[in-house]
């Protein structure tokens, strides 16, 4: 069995109460913490910045911050967000100029570089830049909020992009985003992903604990 991760996303947390809400999602069992950075540009909805990241650490967040930038550009923000804390960055190819250099930037600022694809994005923008990836993350919603239902198709670009993760040999992970849930996971992970953002799934339920339970009690079913 792969080292399955769950991410919950914060983006449909209780804002007046995020350090509290990220602590307690992680206390129930989440693996990292999924920051959705949204600019009202790139995405028609606008969300955090930096100083969030940087609020979450001081307030004792220490498990893995996982950044998706839906923003252009990006290279100042993967700077910033670099500084603040994130562990790693995902940005969408459409939203750089120069892909290849940003995914170097942010490499190069100690994050591990990941690229986002919107449900119709193919995988050709991926097939010269793999030495410079440690996650692609499939979108399987359209980006911008939370809340929408899973787009079916994208079960066979995930198996399409596992098979080029596994052609390269690489220690590429496999995240997902968009309409995940306990009742759907099963298909995802047969799929091939092995990260799992989850946020309106998580955080609309009264118990963080149980839900986390049933998505990894489905996911022991995958062989």
Do not use: W
Request: charged share 25%; proline share 4%; glycine share 8%.
């Amino acid at each position: 069995m792969r080292d399955y991760l769950i991410a919950p996303s914060l983006l449909s947390a209780d804002f007046a109460r995020l350090g509290e809400e990220a602590k307690n999602v992680l206390d129930a069992g989440g693996d990292v913490l999924h920051l959705d950075v949204m600019d009202n540009h790139y995405v028609p909805n606008l969300t955090v910045g930096p100083l969030v990241c940087e609020s979450l650490r001081k307030y004792g967040i220490t498990k893995t911050i996982d950044v998706h930038l839906m923003a252009k550009p990006v290279d100042r923000l993967i700077i910033d967000f670099a500084k603040a804390g994130a562990n790693i960055i995902s940005f969408h190819p459409e939203a750089s100029e120069h892909v290849d250099r940003s995914l170097e930037l942010i490499q190069k600022h100690g994050c591990k570089a990941g690229l986002a694809l919107n449900p119709s994005t193919t995988l050709h923008c991926l097939e010269y830049v793999l030495d410079k990836i440690d996650m692609i993350l499939i979108m399987s919603v359209n980006p911008g909020f939370g809340g929408q239902k899973f787009i079916p198709i994208t079960l066979e670009k995930l198996k399409q992009t596992r098979a080029l993760i596994d052609a390269s040999g690489k220690d590429i992970r496999l995240a997902v985003d968009g309409g995940i849930k306990a009742d759907n996971i099963f298909d995802v992970a047969k799929a091939g992903a092995d990260m799992f953002i989850a946020g309106s799934a998580i955080f609309t339920q009264p118990d963080y604990a149980k839900v986390i339970r049933e998505m990894r009690d489905e996911l022991k079913r995958v062989k």
